[in-house]
């Protein structure tokens, strides 16, 4: 009898830049299409914690980890020992989940808020009502 391994996919996200709304869309399509495909995100932000990011994580059951001083040979070493793509890497303690940030944040200014208006077309977050979506451009009725 020959078993069949499992393909175990994973894609790793160096992040050191700070968080763009502009690009909140493409990257929460991508994170939905990752997770249909079952593929995990593991994510190392340096510098700035990115919301987003944490998110797509949670998502795939991957790795999220936020250093803001580290080292390039510190880096180096995370990156081997924690975000390793072999079998090995079950054997290792990975940081524990701790309490994933879903904050919204505006589309408009990129702020995180509480409380905001929703485009009914899109589901684009603002901060204040729009008369047309910055997003999408449909027209909304106030």
């Known amino acids: 009898q020959q078993q069949q391994q499992q393909l175990h996919c ?5 992040s050191v830049s700070k968080e763009d709304s502009t690009q909140y869309f493409p990257l929460m399509n991508a994170i939905f299409a990752a997770q ?4 995990q995100v593991d994510v190392c932000c340096i510098r700035e914690r990115n919301a987003t990011l944490e998110q797509a994580a949670h ?12 080292t390039p040979s510190g880096l180096l070493q995370t990156l081997l ?24 944040a505006c589309m408009c200014h ?3 808020i509480t409380q905001g208006f929703v485009c009914t077309v899109c589901l684009s ?3 204040e009502p729009q008369e047309e979506c910055l997003i999408c ?3 909304n009725s106030q």
């Open 10 to 14: 994973s894609c790793t996200v160096l």
């Open 125 to 127: 977050i603002f901060c």
């Open 36 to 39: 249909k495909h079952k593929v």
């Open 137 to 139: 451009g449909c027209k």
């Open 110 to 112: 990129g702020n995180a």
């Open 59 to 70: 998502i795939t059951g991957g790795v999220y980890l936020a250093e803001d001083n580290i």
């Open 81 to 104: 020992s924690l975000f390793l793509s072999s079998p090995a890497s079950g054997l290792l303690r990975k940081p524990s989940k701790s309490e994933v940030n879903f904050t919204a």
